[in-house]
Structures are given as structure tokens and as C-alpha cells.
């Protein structure tokens, strides 16, 4: 016996309506508040993978009499895909997508007095990339 039931809605409202939205799934209601936990690897029903393409670059200065700068770029997106795993296990709930490309940067300035003490001055920042929406 299966524990899900596939089923589609017609859509009526949005973009003037009349299409299917398809892959959705109701849980059996003989199987309902049941757990079934089978810890595997992914690999067993087919390929996953999640990479990053991009570009991080640190800088770290000690600049004398205790005063330090640190500071960073990262550029790049991220792709995943477990469509393959998805096709075996329909109720896996996150899908493959693509990240849109993103810029951010850090730096951080401190100064290191006696025992110990130190001050410091931090900022974050992300930049729009052409082309995101």
C-alpha cells in the first residue's frame, strides 16, 4: 500500500487560469501520523549535488601598534539538483533550483590595547548583480 496519492488542481485564478498544477501529493489516510524513518544515502536513489561557483577573497593586515584590518568579497551562485532523487522519493519536499548570482562584502577594523582590550568597528554589505530580479 501506498502512503501518498497523487493528485492535480486546475487552476482558475491566477494568469487567467485554465492550467494544471501537477506534483502535489496527499498523505493515505490509513498511513497518516505514521514514521517509517530509513536513514540512507541519497546516491542509493539516484544523483545530488550542490555546488557553488564562485569567488571568495579574504585580507588580513596587522598594521602595528595593535591596529588590525580584515576584510572580504564574496561573489558567485549556488546550483542544486535532486531532481533524480525526487523522480524515487515524491514526498522529498526541496526542489533544485539555481541561486541568482550575489555580491557581499565584510571588514572589520580593531585595535588591541594593554591585558587584553580591544575595540571594534564591523560592516556587512551586499551589492545587486545585473540581471536579478
Known amino acids: ?3 501518498l496519492n497523487r493528485f492535480h488542481l486546475r487552476e482558475a485564478a ?6 494544471v498544477v501537477g506534483g502535489l501529493y ?3 489516510p490509513g498511513k497518516f501520523g505514521q514514521t517509517s524513518n530509513n536513514i540512507t544515502l541519497a546516491g542509493d536513489f539516484g544523483e545530488q549535488y550542490q555546488r557553488y561557483n ?4 579574504n585580507v588580513s593586515a596587522r598594521l602595528g601598534a595593535g591596529l588590525q584590518f580584515q576584510g572580504g ?7 542544486q ?6 523522480a524515487q522519493l515524491p514526498e522529498l519536499t ?3 533550483g539555481v541561486s541568482p548570482y550575489a555580491c557581499a562584502g565584510n571588514w572589520l577594523v580593531g585595535y588591541l590595547h594593554g591585558f587584553g582590550i580591544s575595540r571594534t568597528l564591523s560592516r556587512e554589505s551586499t551589492c545587486p548583480m545585473p540581471g536579478n530580479s
Request: glycine letters at 18%; hydrophobic letters at 45%.
Open 1 to 3: 500500500m501506498h502512503a
Open 14 to 19: 491566477v494568469g487567467g487560469g485554465g492550467y
Open 26 to 28: 496527499n498523505v493515505v
Open 54 to 57: 564562485g569567488m571568495l577573497m
Open 73 to 79: 568579497v564574496n561573489t558567485g551562485k549556488t546550483v
Open 81 to 86: 539538483d535532486n531532481c533524480a532523487v525526487r
Open 94 to 96: 526541496t526542489v533544485a
